[in-house]
């Protein structure tokens, strides 16, 4: 291209001197200004367009009719379309969840202590011997019979006194602790029966602990029911041995009460 023609040129043609002016590049860049007008006045054409459809459908319509006395104009309200609420969802009855029955353990209860009431002096100077304490009047001596003679090699058996144990200075305990002996009770016992919510059932059991540690003699002392006694002294036959109670240094055996509670939850 040469220099006169490069003043009359475009920039077009002085950008793709030499290019390949069939590609797309050159075209897009050549017609930009035709297309982009094009576009704008269709578009603008199609917002008249909606605009006018709009109004025209909010409108009423207009409806001519010819007849004798020529043309008559009347406005006629096309009808209107009924819009149906929706109906509501019948949503389906809820299921009732089964309770969850958890097993509430009370607190270790010690074993009760027995109350002995022990004569005084004075009282057993006027008391006949016997194995009971009867209230009454002074008793009157009775003179015993003669003692056969002794032979001199003889010994003279010893009453033994019979006094309540005390208390042992410590208690039985399962092996672990109390947190053990609850982990112990609410991994195995189950409900036998199915309980209302926020029902309870509870059930005390007693039961011997011996000197070796071995638990027997179970006894219920208040019942929640023959199902749910049995479970619980089935759970307690399962236990291992305990540690022993200790009096003075040494083992000893005690009764023992456990208080076992099934509640429902709410």
């Not at 002085?14 to 269709?42: H, P, T, V, W």
């Not at 009732?96 to 100077?125: F, M, N, R, S, Y």
């Not at 540690?213 to 219920?220: K, L, R």
Request: hydrophobic share 40%; no cysteine; proline share 10%.
């Amino acid at each position: 291209m040469t220099s006169q023609q490069i003043l009359q040129a475009d920039v077009l043609d002085i950008l793709f001197e030499k290019r390949n002016k069939d590609y797309g590049a050159y075209l897009l860049r050549r017609n930009y200004s035709a297309q982009l007008l094009k576009a704008m006045g269709i578009t603008a054409l199609l917002v008249i367009a909606l605009l006018f459809l709009g109004n025209s459908s909010s409108t009423k319509s207009v409806v001519a009719k010819l007849n004798d006395n020529g043309f008559v104009v009347k406005q006629v309200e096309w009808p209107k379309e009924k819009i149906e609420p929706p109906k509501p969802k019948v949503q389906p009855p809820a299921t009732q969840q089964p309770a969850k029955t958890e097993v509430l353990l009370d607190k270790i209860k010690p074993v009760e202590k027995t109350t002995t009431i022990i004569a005084t002096q004075k009282d057993l100077d006027d008391a006949l011997p016997g194995t009971a304490k009867v209230d009454g009047p002074p008793a009157t001596a009775i003179q015993a019979p003669p003692l056969p003679p002794s032979t001199g090699n003889g010994t003279a058996e010893k009453e033994t006194e019979k006094v309540a144990p005390p208390l042992p200075n410590r208690q039985p305990q399962f092996p672990g602790g109390a947190e053990a002996w609850q982990k112990f009770l609410s991994r195995n016992l189950a409900p036998p029966a199915d309980l209302e919510p926020g029902e309870k059932r509870s059930v005390l059991v007693r039961f011997s602990v011996d000197q070796d540690g071995v638990i027997t003699n179970f006894v219920v002392v208040q019942s929640g029911g023959a199902d749910f006694d049995n479970e619980v002294i089935r759970v307690l036959k399962k236990m291992p041995h305990w540690l022993p109670a200790i009096q003075n240094g040494r083992a000893v055996a005690v009764n023992f009460t456990q208080p076992v509670i099934f509640q429902a939850a709410e």
